[in-house]
């Protein structure tokens, strides 16, 4: 494998070197097989979320994507909405009324 461009770039006094604009916000992967010697390419980094990426989620989130594609949301009305039981016991519309409001004031 050989050097098809090399240019000498100066470590600047904060330890950053600039790669150009044409790198501008992208992720690089820097690796040092020897003292001295660096490696850098760029990189698509993968976040903790890797099961996002594995083949059943990825087909289940296009599944989901596809159904909220052809199901767009419509107004509703909170007071015509069934209520939920808890614990078995069917929930008045005061109370969920009173919990709807302390969740939106906790989002505000």
């Given at each position: 494998?050989g050097?098809?461009?090399a240019?000498?770039?100066?470590?600047?006094?904060s330890g950053?070197?600039?790669l150009?604009?044409?790198?501008a916000?992208?992720?690089v992967?820097?690796?040092?097989?020897?003292?001295g010697?660096?490696?850098i390419?760029?990189?698509t980094?993968?976040?903790?979320e890797v099961?996002?990426?594995?083949?059943?989620?990825k087909?289940?989130?296009?599944?989901?994507?596809?159904?909220?594609?052809k199901n767009?949301p419509?107004?509703?009305?909170?007071?015509?909405?069934p209520?939920k039981?808890?614990?078995?016991?069917?929930?008045?519309?005061s109370?969920?009324r009173?919990?709807q409001s302390r969740?939106?004031?906790?989002?505000?």
């Amino acid at each position: 494998m050989g050097l098809v461009d090399a240019v000498v770039k100066s470590v600047g006094q904060s330890g950053q070197i600039s790669l150009g604009k044409e790198y501008a916000g992208r992720q690089v992967l820097v690796e040092t097989p020897t003292k001295g010697v660096w490696i850098i390419r760029t990189a698509t980094i993968v976040p903790d979320e890797v099961w996002l990426h594995e083949d059943e989620t990825k087909k289940k989130l296009k599944s989901a994507l596809a159904w909220a594609t052809k199901n767009p949301p419509k107004s509703s009305d909170p007071d015509r909405l069934p209520l939920k039981r808890i614990n078995g016991a069917k929930q008045d519309k005061s109370s969920a009324r009173s919990k709807q409001s302390r969740v939106s004031k906790k989002l505000d």
